[in-house]
């Protein structure tokens, strides 16, 4: 089965790749976006008011991206 | 050696919300913000979350902000997934029952060799390998 014929080697492999693109992203991002403060206070609240928990969110996502699909 | 987490998309939520939990999980995105402890994401996670912001009226302002904030944590690292990626994944829906976007996350983490994730979702309880944790839990 597919699932098992991956070895370690190649997951580190393609690990090594992901993250060596978010070293790029990020870097490219820097000279980008100038971003003044602290990245968690930057967040705090952008969603207060919305009377749900984080998790039933994180379900919506799903319904959302379905939704947008089938527009 | 310092740990390493998975950090799932309801953990930024909960900040962004500001309930109850809100401070647990400030408290842990700090720890990654000064490099205290290492945590890892996906693109598929920052996704969902910037499509849950546009969806409750956010405008592009918010949504880079919190785009461009990720770039600032000393130990978060966001893993880009393959189409292979997405495939594995389907392939744990199949083995665990998991949903694609859990499958994912699972494949993210097998790819890295990390076996705990911080979350509220208890989808991962069952996981054989993984071992689910709350912010509570990593910041006490």
């Known amino acids: ?71 | 050696m310092m740990s390493a987490y998975m950090v799932d998309a309801n953990i930024f939520l909960e900040v962004e919300l500001k309930q109850e939990r809100g401070s647990f999980c400030k408290a842990f995105l700090n720890k990654l913000k000064r490099g205290e402890m290492e945590g890892l994401t996906t693109d598929f996670i920052v996704d969902a979350i910037a499509i849950v912001m546009e969806d409750y009226g956010k405008t592009w302002i918010e949504i880079r902000k919190l785009l461009v904030s990720l770039t600032r944590y000393r130990s978060l690292r966001i893993y880009t997934l393959s189409l292979v990626d997405r495939m594995m994944a389907t392939e744990f829906m199949k083995l665990y029952n998991l949903d694609f976007d859990d499958g994912t996350t699972y494949q993210a983490m097998r790819a890295c060799n990390i076996s705990q994730i911080v979350s509220y979702d208890n989808h991962f309880d069952n996981m054989p390998d993984i071992k689910r944790v709350t912010p509570e839990e990593t910041v006490e």
């Open chain 1, 1 to 71: 089965m597919a699932v098992y014929g991956y070895g370690r080697g190649a997951l580190s492999k393609a690990a090594e790749e992901a993250f060596s693109q978010w070293s790029s992203e990020k870097e490219k991002a820097l000279s980008l976006f100038e971003f003044v403060g602290d990245p968690v206070e930057a967040i705090e609240g952008l969603l207060e008011g919305v009377g749900k928990s984080g998790v039933e969110l994180q379900h919506e996502a799903r319904r959302i991206r379905a939704r947008k699909v089938l527009r």
